[in-house]
């Protein structure tokens, strides 16, 4: 005589499916990405997250998404809700992975690839100092270098110098160049150019470089960063 054992097992739809990528695309500040689980088998579903995300990962999972216990069959979907949190001078594409566990037997695991790329990044980071050693009467330059990492769509960026009113800008001390809006082509990089042409050999000068994202749909200023400039006057001996 044999004896038969059956149990109702649960059966896991993914949209989407994995293993596969889950591109967030270009991403200026924040992005959300979603995983819809239904449930598609007699047995109640749970699924877990298996392992976790890399240290200083840019990727979250929102509160509540996980753990899924008890899913049942013709109850609806269950989502996790991922969030990308692009740093402020963060250089790009950033690649994380996520894995799941769950009771379906047939997918006791899968896997999904996360990835991210900042819309846009400069070098030096935003918020960075630009010191500049310039000798008496001589310009000296210093850069920011703007790139675009969006490789399908230009990037527009609005850029100007503001000067301190101990170095207004009619002083002819600093001079600034592209200034204005520029289009940067998709992948490529802009270098915009602060040049200082002390007056004295003993001063310091100090200005303000602003560059400001502009959104190609609405012309709209999106984000706003700064770079303080430092000019320090060298002597010619």
Request: aromatic content about 6%; glycine content about 6%.
């Amino acid at each position: 005589s044999f004896t038969l054992s059956c149990t109702a097992a649960p059966s896991m739809t993914l949209t989407p499916s994995a293993p596969s990528t889950i591109s967030f695309g270009s991403v200026s500040s924040t992005s959300t990405k979603t995983i819809s689980i239904s449930n598609n088998g007699a047995g109640s579903l749970s699924v877990s997250q298996s392992g976790s995300l890399s240290m200083g990962s840019w990727f979250s999972i929102s509160s509540g998404s996980l753990p899924i216990s008890s899913l049942n069959q013709g109850s609806g979907s269950s989502i996790i809700t991922l969030t990308c949190t692009v740093p402020l001078a963060a250089q790009g594409p950033y690649i994380d992975t996520l894995v799941l566990s769950s009771n379906d037997p047939a997918q006791s695991s899968v896997s999904f690839t996360l990835s991210c790329t900042p819309y846009f990044s400069s070098n030096p980071a935003p918020g960075s100092l630009v010191s500049i050693q310039a000798p008496a009467h001589i310009p000296s330059n210093g850069a920011v270098t703007v790139t675009n990492f969006d490789n399908s769509t230009t990037l527009s960026i609005e850029a100007f110098l503001s000067a301190t009113t101990t170095t207004p800008l009619s002083s002819g001390v600093f001079a600034f160049s592209p200034s204005g809006q520029s289009n940067i082509a998709a992948g490529g990089s802009l270098n915009l150019t602060v040049s200082c042409t002390p007056s004295s050999e003993t001063a310091q000068y100090q200005a303000t470089l602003v560059v400001m994202t502009v959104s190609p749909s609405s012309m709209m200023m999106t984000m706003n960063f700064s770079y303080s400039i430092v000019c320090n006057a060298q002597s010619l001996v």
